[in-house]
């Protein structure tokens, strides 16, 4: 193994043109410096189990491995920065803080190569040997985000801590779980007991797109309990990663609706007849702009609030339909008494009024683009609510034009539902054709923005929709290895798309797959899905003519 293989590419790695790489065995020590101890336990409870080695707690500072935050390196590479440097006495691990050390730690670990990813040894070994040289490494962006769609097929806890780890071991810090949609809400809200016991079962489900004839009769469901909630958090936050809640509104709320009926627009539908919904696409079925729907949310973001410690707070704010608004008295009242344009300015109405809401707390609104339309001067979005841009790069520039913050996660590039190669093999193909390499060359901030502007973009984010990825083994399908593409877009420091050297990344992917392998990540191979990976009988919807990447 060479310092330059891990994945993400390093910012720096120096390896001297003589010198052995340092031996790890039974006797070698593992000083944590203060501030170091959670990374030195991880190290242990990891590389330590697939090892064998015990890496007892040492003092001395000057052989084994060591774990150090150092002020320099904070100055120099931000505190997710690290050095790694491996002579013959030791491993040392010096980190602008405690992220940095973990990012280090991870690179550690890819460069003692793939079995140093499994839960147990697996054959006797008494030494590992990690090469010579320095590493000095930073992260890109700020924002390295991965979404799971676990409103539309619910992922059970365990393996949401998988990709925790997954998370982690790519060096993405920020898991955006969407929480709740037409097809099931997913956190229990003690305050309102139905939105789990309604919301969160649906009756059958839809196998394949939405114009498929084709049903799973069995019921679906499942949420998230507070305590649940709560380990999730903490587990993400041991591992440097945010977890960003949505809580999807106005539109892609018909679960909500069919647990509290006088949440919908009653005056137009009868809302109790609504069920969970149990089919894929934009629904009709929105809130009504009531006061009613501004308590109880006001009163379910209390509650998110208490489990979600991170700065953001997504709320959706993506496809919702006017036209049971155009239709409501009471709709168009709140129209006249607010004294807006029409019923298109609703929605950014509401959406002003919980973005003002969590400012009050400190917190920061976020949102998908259409969050920028039928804003309202005087009461639309507070300062500091950023946009999810994904219909496109237009609405992340529009947004870092008008002083937004962005995070770029375009459908084109980043949705890793949308199919892996052409051909019939793919598993329910739909959306464009997006390769690894598609991925690897995807740029986040787009020639369009210079200067403050593109300090605008936080980062990026891949999408990972679940409509047509029902279990896990289905997501990591779809998300393996065009997540470790992405991940190095993120964090390392790369030439532009038409130049980045994707035929070495393919070469360091080999030792990748192993590290996948060992890791029990059921990847698409590069040569195509494998025998059970492929859905015959259920078709796609796929996009022909794909969007040029840049």
Known sequence: MKLTDPIPAPSSAHEPLSGAGHLLDATTP????????PIARWLRAT?????????????????????????????????????????????????????GVFWGAQTLRQLLGPEAHRRAPIAPRERWEVPAGVIEDAPRFAWRGLMLDVARHFMPKGDLLAYVD???????????????????????????????????????SKVG???????????????????????????????????V????????????????????????????????????????????????TLRFYENVLEEVLELFPGTFVHLGGDECPR???????????????????????????????FGRRLAERGRRLIGWDEILEGVIPEAGLPEGAAVQSWRGYAG??????????????????????????????????????????????????????????????????????????????????????????????????????????????QERMAAHYARLDALGVEYRPPGGPRPWQRRPGVSGRPIDGSPPIV
């Open 166 to 204: 997954l998370m982690a071991a790519h060096k993405l810090n920020v898991l955006h779980l969407h929480l709740t949609d037409d097809q099931g809400w997913r956190l229990e809200i003690r305050r309102y007991p139905r939105l789990t016991e309604v919301g969160a079962w649906r009756e059958r």
């Open 30 to 37: 593992l000083a944590a410096g203060p501030g170091t101890e």
């Open 209 to 243: 797109p939405r114009d498929s004839p084709l049903w799973d009769e069995r019921p679906h469901g499942g949420y998230y309990t507070q305590d649940d909630i709560r380990e999730i958090v903490a587990y993400a936050a041991e591992r440097h990663i945010t977890v």
């Open 323 to 353: 036209e049971q608004w155009q239709a409501s008295p009471t709709a168009r009242d709140r129209v006249r008494e607010l004294g807006l344009g029409g019923v298109d300015q609703l929605q950014g109405w509401l959406l002003g009024h």
């Open 396 to 505: 992340g520039i529009a947004a870092a034009r008008a002083g937004h913050d962005v995070v770029m996660c375009p459908k084109q590039h980043v949705y890793f539902d949308y199919r892996q190669a052409p051909g019939d093999d793919e598993p329910v193909p739909i959306g464009y054709v997006r390769t690894l390499e598609d991925v690897y060359r995807f740029e986040p901030v787009p020639p369009q923005l210079t200067g403050a502007d593109a300090e605008r973009v936080l980062g990026a984010q891949a999408n990972v929709w679940t409509e047509l990825t029902e279990d896990r083994r289905r997501v990591d399908y779809q998300t393996f290895p065009r997540l470790a593409a992405f991940a190095e877009t993120v964090w390392s420091s790369l030439p532009p798309p038409s130049e980045r050297d994707f035929e070495g990344f």
């Open 245 to 292: 809640p949505e809580i999807d509104l106005p539109g892609h709320s018909q679960a909500a609706i069919a647990a509290h009926p006088e949440l919908g627009n009653t005056d137009v539908i009868d809302t109790a007849s609504l069920g969970v919904w149990t089919t894929w696409g934009i629904n009709p079925n929105v809130l009504s702009p009531t006061d009613t």
């Open 47 to 99: 590389v330590g189990a697939a090892t064998g080695l015990p890496l007892a707690p040492g003092q001395d500072h000057d052989s084994g491995v060591v774990l150090r935050i150092d002020p320099e390196i904070e100055r120099k590479l931000g505190p997710e920065g690290y050095r790694l440097a491996v002579d013959g006495h030791a491993v040392r691990i010096d980190g602008g803080g405690p992220a």
